[in-house]
C-alpha cells in the first residue's frame, strides 16, 4: 500500500520562501504523473503543479513563475520548492499521482502572514 508523507510547511512572512517535500512508499512513483495540491477550508482541493515521470511540468496560473515542483525517482520524492509567498498561498498542501489514487497523506500546513 503506498503511503505519501509531507513535510516542510511552516509559517512565513509574505515574500519569503518554503520548499515542501513528499516521500512516497510503495512502488509506481517512477513512472506516475505526481502532483502537489492544496486546500482551505471550505473549498475543494486544487492541482498547482504537476510533473510527468520525465519531468515536464505545468502550473497553475496563480503559482506559476514563483513555484517549482522537481522529483527525484531514486528517492521516491517529489518538492515544490515555492518563493514570493502571498497571503493567498496559505493553505495545507498535499501531494498526491495526478489521479489521486493513492490514500491521501496528512498534509502539511502552509501560513503566510505578516
Known amino acids: 500500500q503506498v503511503q505519501l508523507v509531507e513535510s516542510g510547511g511552516g509559517l512565513v512572512q509574505p515574500g519569503e520562501s518554503l520548499r515542501l517535500s513528499c516521500t512516497v512508499s510503495?512502488?509506481?512513483?517512477?513512472?506516475?504523473?505526481m502532483a502537489w495540491f492544496r486546500q482551505v477550508p471550505g473549498k475543494q482541493r486544487e492541482v498547482v503543479a504537476r510533473i510527468g515521470s520525465a519531468g515536464r511540468t505545468t502550473y497553475t496560473e496563480s503559482v506559476a513563475g514563483r513555484f517549482a515542483i522537481s522529483r527525484d525517482n531514486a528517492k521516491n520524492t517529489v518538492y515544490l520548492e515555492m518563493n514570493l509567498l502571498k497571503p493567498e498561498d496559505t493553505a495545507v498542501y498535499y501531494c498526491?499521482?495526478?489521479?489521486?489514487?493513492?490514500?491521501w497523506g496528512q498534509g502539511t500546513q502552509v501560513t503566510v502572514s505578516s
Open positions: 498526491n499521482n495526478l489521479l489521486s489514487s493513492w490514500a
Open positions: 510503495g512502488s509506481g512513483f517512477s513512472f506516475s504523473t
